[in-house]
């Protein structure tokens, strides 16, 4: 089964809306059904026309309005929104979820029809107003959130370090295993990655501190003061109010401050923003991954991050992602618990693009980590890398 390059449209499907009871009042329940073309909500009578709809221009040029994406499109062929995907991937799961549809919160109950969109009434409805909780899937509640809780809600990924740990309890460290698998966090899992060791989103090392919740500058350290609520775009311009030199969202990568001189990825530049940092280490942990598939596993391994199930057997052993490898059929399977631990790192920080601003520190620590312990096996340089 191969994704298109559509499918890291998963990760936008977090809710990135406010609550706002101006929209209720304007916008039917009717307006959440079935979209599979242009997302222009169906018009009934005592409808507004969409020009006079808060936000609508804004909603409809986001990922949450792309109606043909992967991410809303991936289950025409079943009929039906499994419900375990249903929370982010359709209108009715999410208002499911938070109970708005007056079946108890928490859960999704049946399936969701295909077709929805994240629509106004998804975000906007009587239970969002009030939503403050959301509990990860390390099974940590965090509470006394502002209207960043409806993002978080979906953008908070499907394992954590406990579920990993969990999977690889029992076995060998070092010894390969029919009956381990990858372990996908899922797309852009960036409330996990802001929240850091508060909910343990990405493995952590049972021996190793970890930074917690991101600290920026109040109030630019949540969801909804970082993004536009509707589009979900960065606000740039408030990036750049602070940080000279940012023009547009690409050069948000440039952002470091002054003040930090460390070598992350121990590439000798010191000056460059924190992105390519992490983008440094974030190279030197695939490295290492393959070093110790091959050496230790015995297998050489390939990874793409656009196609399923991600990690590859690398059949000719040329270190890369040929197309014709790229197969389900020639999935990696010589897993092994310490392997497994390092590729959900990877594919953490792989699957959240602005992780750099979300949470650099615990990304770069996870990182390091990986890498170190993998080192402890295989023939693995750290070179002058730092940890955070």
Not at 62 to 87: I, L, Q, Y
Not at 200 to 228: L, M, S, W
Not at 344 to 350: G, R, S
């Amino acid at each position: 089964m191969k994704f298109s390059s559509r499918v890291v449209a998963f990760s936008f499907l977090t809710i990135l809306c406010a609550a706002s009871p101006l929209i209720l009042s304007m916008v039917p329940l009717r307006a959440q059904e079935a979209q599979t073309t242009a997302p222009q909500p169906e018009m009934t009578p005592g409808m507004v026309p969409e020009s006079e709809i808060p936000f609508y221009t804004d909603w409809a040029s986001s990922p949450h309005a792309d109606s043909s994406s992967e991410a809303f499109r991936h289950w025409d062929s079943e009929g039906t929104v499994p419900a375990n995907c249903a929370k982010c991937h359709s209108a009715p799961g999410f208002r499911d979820f938070v109970g708005a549809d007056g079946t108890p919160a928490g859960v999704v109950d049946q399936p969701a029809p295909i077709g929805t969109v994240v629509s106004c009434v998804t975000c906007h409805n009587s239970e969002t107003v009030n939503l403050k909780t959301v509990t990860f899937p390390s099974g940590v509640t965090v509470a006394n959130l502002g209207g960043e809780a409806i993002c978080m809600t979906c953008h908070q990924g499907r394992e954590s370090s406990d579920s990993v740990s969990a999977a690889l309890a029992g076995f060998d460290d070092d010894v390969v295993s029919d009956k381990l698998r990858f372990i996908n966090v899922h797309y852009f899992a960036a409330g996990a990655t802001l929240m850091g060791s508060v909910v343990r989103g990405a493995y952590q090392y049972p021996d190793k501190t970890y930074v917690g919740q991101e600290t920026h500058v109040p109030p630019f350290n949540t969801c909804i003061t970082c993004h536009d609520m509707h589009e979900t775009k960065v606000k740039v311009e408030q990036c750049a109010a602070c940080h000279q030199g940012v023009t547009d969202e690409a050069s948000l990568r440039n952002i470091r401050s002054g003040m930090d001189k460390n070598d992350y990825d121990g590439d000798g530049d010191v000056s460059e923003g924190i992105a390519a940092e992490i983008s440094g280490l974030h190279g030197q942990l695939y490295a290492a991954i393959q070093s110790y598939a091959k050496t230790v596993a015995n297998t050489p391994v390939v990874y793409e991050g656009h196609s399923y199930p991600y990690f590859f057997l690398d059949s000719n052993d040329n270190g890369v992602a040929d197309a014709e490898e790229l197969k389900v059929p020639n999935q990696f399977k010589a897993w092994t618990p310490r392997l497994v631990r390092a590729a959900y790192n990877y594919q953490f920080v792989a699957k959240d693009t602005g992780g750099y601003s979300h949470n650099a520190a615990y990304l770069m620590q996870v990182m390091y980590d990986s890498i170190e312990d993998l080192a402890g096996k295989a023939d693995i340089q750290m070179g002058s890398a730092q940890r955070p």
